[in-house]
C-alpha cells in the first residue's frame, strides 16, 4: 500500500490535486467522491492491432496520468486524491512493455495515494459502507466497480450522481492555471518551429503531403508526437474548405497555402494557422485579401480584455470584411449596413472567429453550450461558432485561453449552390470582380490568446505576413 497526505502539492508536477479541489469546490459539497476512468486499451475491429491510444481528457485533468485503463479516485472531505492504477504480468511486460509501479506513480504524479486497481472495487465498498454521501461520476457508462453482491442490474446506484460532475470540470478548465498557461506556450514553441520549418522547404515542395509530413517530422522531434487536430495544408482552391485533410494534391499553378496545423504537448492543444504565397510573393489579389485578414485579426485583438463578448468581436469582424469587400468591388448594388443584416458576408466568412483551447481544440464550455452541429442551417452569425464566440456567451475572463482566427475564403461551390443561386445574396455580389479572387483560394490566419488582466497576451510564435515571407525567400534566418 502506497498513499501519502501532503498539506500543498508541488508545482513541479502537474496540478491534479489542486484541480481536484478547484472541482470539489465547484460541485459545492463537503462529502462525496469523484470517480473517473482513463482511457482503456482497445484493439481494431477484426483485429489483433491495438488502436493508437488519446487519454480521455477529464481524467487527465484530476490526474496528469497518460497512461490506459486506470481511474482516480477523490475523497472531498478527506481531500484525498488517489490513483489506480493497470496491473501487469511478466507476459505483458516482454510484449507490450509495462505502466507505473505504485512508487513510480507517486514520484510522476501530483496525487495522495497510488494502488493497483485490483484493489479499487473494495474500496469503493468499503467507503460506501463508512460514507452517506454521493459518488460524482462523468457518464452512467462510467461507474465504478463494485463487489458484486453491491451491484445493482444498472450498474448504478442511487447514491450514483451523473449529473454535476462534467459541468463542475467543464467550469474549471475553461480558466488555465500558470502550468497549463506553460503547457499550451510549449505546444505553440513546437508549432512555430514546425510552420517556420514548411517556410524554409516550401519553395522545394510540390505538394500537400510534404507539408504535413514535415510538420509531423518537426513536431515528433520536438517531443509531440501527437497533433491536436488533423492537419490542414490546403493549396490553392483546397485552401477555402475550412477542415480540409486530405492533404494529397499537387501544388500545380496553385497560389496560396492556408496552413493550419498545432502541436499537442503532454495533452495540451496548440491551434495555429498561416497562410503565405507558395513562391514566396503575393499575387495582387492575394496580397489584398491577406491585408484585410490580418486587420481583421489585429481589429479583433484590440478588443481582448476582461468583460470582452467576442460575438461582438466576430460581428465588427464582419462589418469591416463588408467595407473592404466594397472598396475592391467583390461587394455591390448595397451598403454596409445593408449586407450585414442579409448575411451575405457568410458566404466569405462562414465561421466564428474563435473557441476555447487546453485539453481539446475546441475545449469546454463553461455554460453548456455544446458543440453546434455542423449540418445547421446557415441563418446567423453563430453558424459554426463555439463558445466564447455566441451571442449568449459570457464575457472573456483572464486565464481563458482562446483562438482569433479570422478568415477569408472563395469556396467556388459553396458560393454557387449557398448564395449566387439566391437573389437575397446574388445582388449584393459582383461575380466578374469575385472571378478575379477565385485562385486566392483561402486566407486564415489563427493566433493563441490567453486573457490577461489587462487584455491579452499571444502565445503564438509562428512568422507571418513578411517575415513569413522574407524566410520562405532566404532573405533572413528565421527564429528558432
Not at 453546434?372 to 472573456?396: N, V
Not at 472571378?435 to 497576451?457: K, N, Q
Amino acid at each position: 500500500m502506497h498513499i501519502r497526505i501532503t498539506a500543498e502539492s508541488v508545482w513541479t508536477k502537474y496540478p491534479a490535486k489542486q484541480h481536484a479541489q478547484r472541482v470539489a469546490r465547484e460541485i459545492g459539497v463537503d462529502q462525496g467522491l469523484v470517480y473517473l476512468q482513463a482511457a482503456p486499451t482497445r484493439l481494431l475491429e477484426d483485429s489483433d492491432q491495438y488502436r493508437e491510444f488519446r487519454q480521455r481528457r477529464y481524467f487527465y485533468y484530476l490526474t496528469g496520468c497518460n497512461e490506459a485503463d486506470c481511474h482516480v479516485t477523490y475523497d472531498i472531505e478527506r481531500d484525498e486524491l488517489i490513483l489506480w492504477l493497470a496491473p501487469f504480468t511478466p507476459t505483458q511486460v516482454v510484449w507490450v512493455g509495462r505502466g507505473s509501479t505504485t512508487d513510480e506513480a507517486l514520484n510522476k504524479y501530483n496525487v495522495d495515494g497510488a494502488f493497483y486497481s485490483t484493489d479499487l472495487a473494495s474500496y469503493v465498498a468499503k467507503w460506501e459502507a463508512t460514507n452517506d454521501a454521493d459518488i460524482y461520476l462523468l457518464h452512467p457508462g462510467q461507474r465504478p466497480p463494485r463487489p458484486q453482491t453491491c451491484r445493482s442490474p444498472s450498474g448504478l446506484t442511487e447514491r450514483d450522481d451523473v449529473t454535476i460532475l462534467q459541468h463542475a470540470i467543464d467550469v474549471c478548465r475553461v480558466i488555465k492555471d500558470e502550468y497549463e498557461i506553460q503547457l499550451i506556450e510549449k505546444a505553440n514553441e513546437v508549432s512555430g518551429k514546425a510552420h517556420t520549418a514548411v517556410l524554409r522547404n516550401i519553395r522545394k515542395f510540390r505538394s500537400e503531403a510534404q507539408v504535413a509530413a514535415l510538420i509531423l517530422d518537426v513536431s515528433t522531434v520536438n517531443d509531440a508526437p501527437h497533433q491536436a487536430y488533423s492537419i490542414i495544408a490546403g493549396s490553392g482552391s483546397n485552401g477555402a474548405v475550412l477542415h480540409y485533410t486530405a492533404n494529397n494534391a499537387a501544388f500545380g499553378d496553385s497560389q496560396l497555402m492556408c496552413l493550419d496545423a498545432g502541436a499537442e504537448y503532454r495533452c495540451y492543444a496548440s491551434d495555429v494557422t498561416r497562410t503565405f504565397p507558395l513562391n514566396g510573393h503575393w499575387s495582387r489579389e492575394a496580397k489584398q485579401i491577406y491585408d484585410i485578414v490580418q486587420e481583421m485579426q489585429d481589429f479583433a485583438l484590440s478588443m481582448i480584455r476582461p468583460g470582452c463578448k467576442l460575438f461582438n468581436a466576430h460581428v465588427a469582424c464582419h462589418a469591416l470584411l463588408i467595407r473592404r469587400l466594397l472598396r475592391l468591388g467583390i461587394f455591390h448594388n448595397g451598403t454596409e449596413k445593408e449586407i450585414l443584416a442579409s448575411l451575405t458576408s457568410l458566404a466569405f466568412y462562414p465561421h466564428g472567429l474563435g473557441h476555447h483551447l487546453g485539453l481539446e481544440v475546441h475545449d469546454v464550455m463553461p455554460n453548456g453550450a455544446g458543440i453546434r452541429s455542423q449540418q445547421q442551417k446557415w441563418t446567423s452569425f453563430e453558424q459554426l461558432s463555439l463558445d466564447p464566440c455566441l451571442l449568449k456567451s459570457d464575457g472573456l475572463r483572464p486565464g481563458m485561453v482562446i483562438t482569433v482566427e479570422p478568415g477569408i475564403y472563395f469556396n467556388r461551390f459553396a458560393l454557387d449552390n449557398l448564395y449566387l443561386n439566391k437573389p437575397q445574396h446574388a445582388k449584393y455580389i459582383n461575380t466578374e470582380v469575385l472571378e478575379r479572387y477565385m485562385p486566392v483560394g483561402g486566407v486564415r490566419i489563427e493566433d493563441d490568446i490567453l486573457v490577461t488582466s489587462s487584455g491579452y497576451r499571444n502565445l503564438t510564435t509562428a512568422p507571418k505576413g513578411e517575415e513569413a515571407l522574407r524566410i520562405i525567400r532566404g532573405e533572413q534566418s528565421s527564429r528558432e
